[in-house]
């Protein structure tokens, strides 16, 4: 199979580029950059710089590549998650989210191509439950209909995407939706963001920390007051302190706290269901030790 990557030098890019070329297919890889060219090429795939913002640029180079699939992977990610304004720090990825989809879209079609496989997000966008697990979102649930007001236009993008893709004329449009990424090369790696955090102690429990966040590679999703500490205990880090509610919304705004206190988490029962996936490791606790 032919396999167009958007997006070859991210996170999840450079881990698929070569599991699918083990598979035996042939792959294609963007980048943004003249300089990431070799890394694509040392992973197995052909190199093309495109900017996804340019439609131009992405139709001209979809039609030439002539793929089976597009896998839609870019996102601009970089720095540190401003958890009070989700919006400042997602703003160009909600542009490759919004337009940059749009134009890949495009040149799908113009091309021929026969799925467009697309990443989307779950976690703190979902509607809020009650935090018990039988309570967890699921593809059918509704992105929250009223999230807080500096991440209105991340839910926005994220929502483009989920109604855009699947409804694209003449392609199989697939939207998968991740959870927060952990291991090497993210925020929870050995010496990621929050990783680092949580060894200062920087990284506290807010409120009644009920808030479930669901991990990429977990079987089973957690609370706040849960995962957190098993984290500290897993890198050998002391325990995380608590602050009150109050502290904490000073602290890290309304989006943090219903990040640290509502978030709703999410089912993975469909992905096994449907595309006999199982998790890499069986919780999130086993996850965590390989820090």
Same mark, same amino acid.
């Given at each position: 199979m032919r396999i167009f990557l958007v997006g070859a030098t991210g996170?999840?890019?450079?881990?698929?580029?070569?599991?699918?070329?083990?598979?035996? $297919? &042939?792959?294609?890889?963007?980048?943004?950059?003249?300089?990431?060219q070799r890394d694509i090429a040392d992973l197995g795939a052909e190199p093309v710089v495109v900017d996804v913002l340019n439609r131009g640029q992405?139709? +001209?180079?979809?039609?030439a590549a002539k793929p089976d699939v597009v896998l839609h992977q870019a996102t601009a990610l970089a720095g540190s998650f401003d958890v009070?304004?989700? /919006?400042r720090f997602f703003a160009q990825t909600n542009t @490759?989210?919004?337009?940059?989809? /749009?134009?890949?879209?495009?040149?799908?079609?113009? +091309? /021929?191509?026969?799925?467009?496989?697309v990443q989307s997000y779950t976690g703190w966008p979902n509607s809020r439950g009650d935090g018990s697990a039988p309570d967890l979102a699921t593809e059918e649930t509704p992105l929250d209909p009223q999230p807080s007001a500096k991440a209105r236009q991340t839910i926005a993008a994220i929502a483009h995407i989920e109604s855009v893709v699947p409804a694209t004329a003449g392609v199989e449009g697939v939207v998968l939706r991740y959870g927060g990424f952990y291991g090497p090369g993210t925020s929870l790696d050995a010496d990621g963001e929050i990783?680092?955090?949580?060894? *200062?102690? #920087?990284?506290?429990?807010?409120?009644?920390?009920?808030?479930?966040?669901?991990?990429?590679? @977990?079987?089973?999703?957690?609370?706040?007051?849960?995962?957190?500490?098993?984290?500290?205990?897993?890198?050998?880090?002391?325990?995380?302190?608590?602050?009150?509610?109050?502290?904490?919304?000073?602290?890290?705004? $309304?989006?943090?706290?219903?990040?640290?206190?509502?978030?709703?988490? &999410? &089912?993975?029962? *469909?992905?096994?269901?449907?595309? $006999?996936?199982?998790? #890499?490791?069986?919780?999130?606790?086993?996850?965590?030790?390989?820090?």
């Open positions: 996170a999840i890019g450079r881990r698929l580029v070569p599991m699918l070329v083990e598979r035996g $297919d &042939s792959v294609v890889g963007t980048t943004t950059s003249d300089a990431k992405t139709v +001209a180079a979809i039609v009070k304004n989700p /919006d @490759i989210r919004t337009a940059g989809t /749009d134009n890949v879209l495009a040149a799908a079609r113009e +091309a /021929d191509v026969r799925r467009v496989i990783t680092e955090r949580v060894r *200062k102690r #920087q990284f506290p429990i807010v409120g009644d920390g009920a808030g479930v966040w669901s991990f990429l590679h @977990i079987d089973d999703p957690a609370p706040v007051r849960e995962w957190l500490p098993a984290l500290a205990e897993a890198i050998g880090a002391k325990p995380p302190m608590r602050v009150p509610a109050w502290v904490g919304r000073i602290a890290i705004g $309304d989006n943090g706290m219903r990040m640290m206190t509502a978030t709703r988490g &999410s &089912s993975n029962a *469909k992905a096994k269901r449907e595309l $006999d996936w199982t998790p #890499q490791y069986p919780s999130w606790r086993d996850g965590f030790r390989t820090l």
